[in-house]
């Protein structure tokens, strides 16, 4: 077996979270920090513009241009191992687990098996194909579970925040029920 191809069956069931904040741990933070130094030469770059200061300008321009090769090389680190994550594999071996663990968690019962939840009022289903989820029928590209089930906690509470309220129901409900006893009691009396 490659190197690669044994690297990949490690991570077959490798959680999106320990890929992510892991195994891209370096990547990511070269990445966090090369936009902040290419976010802060683009300001001066705008205010050079906005001012007229030619120096400025011509001094932001070389300091982006010096970036480039250095840029270049973390987003090809990140690409590469992002397009080699087998996250087709991932979630339909190692997601279900992991998933319902969250959901228990966070007090959501659910039913049903991968790659269709149960999940009331709505449906979830997982697309691995499309390394995507559908929470009631609208596409989620987060898989991050705490991403997912915060999308779920959302679509929940907007459904129970509606603005049927149960007990002010029963109480009416009720109420209608006691009158129809009674007037049904005054006919039997007559």
């Known amino acids: 077996m490659n190197p690669h191809a044994e690297e990949r069956s490690k991570m077959s069931c490798t959680p999106i979270e320990v890929f992510l904040d892991e195994y891209l741990g370096k990547e990511k933070k070269d990445l966090e920090n090369l936009l902040r130094r290419l976010s802060n030469k683009q300001t001066k770059l705008k205010t050079s513009f906005k001012c007229g200061g030619i120096p400025g300008i011509l001094e932001s321009v070389a300091a982006l241009l010096e970036e480039g090769p250095g840029a270049s090389e973390v987003y090809r680190k990140i690409l590469s191992a992002v397009e080699g994550y087998p996250l087709t594999t991932y979630l339909e071996q ?47 590209q987060g898989l991050r579970l705490s991403n997912l089930v915060g999308i779920i906690k959302k679509e929940r509470e907007r459904f129970f925040k509606s603005s049927f309220r149960a007990e002010e129901f029963l109480t009416d409900l009720a109420g209608a029920y006691n009158y129809l006893l009674r007037v049904g009691q005054e006919k039997t009396e007559l």
């Open 94 to 140: 190692g997601f279900d687990g992991p998933f319902r663990n969250a959901l228990q968690e966070e007090g959501i019962p659910v039913r049903g098996e991968f790659p269709k939840y149960e999940i009331f009022p709505f449906v979830v289903k997982i697309v691995p194909k499309e390394g995507v989820a559908l929470v009631n029928k609208k596409k989620s």
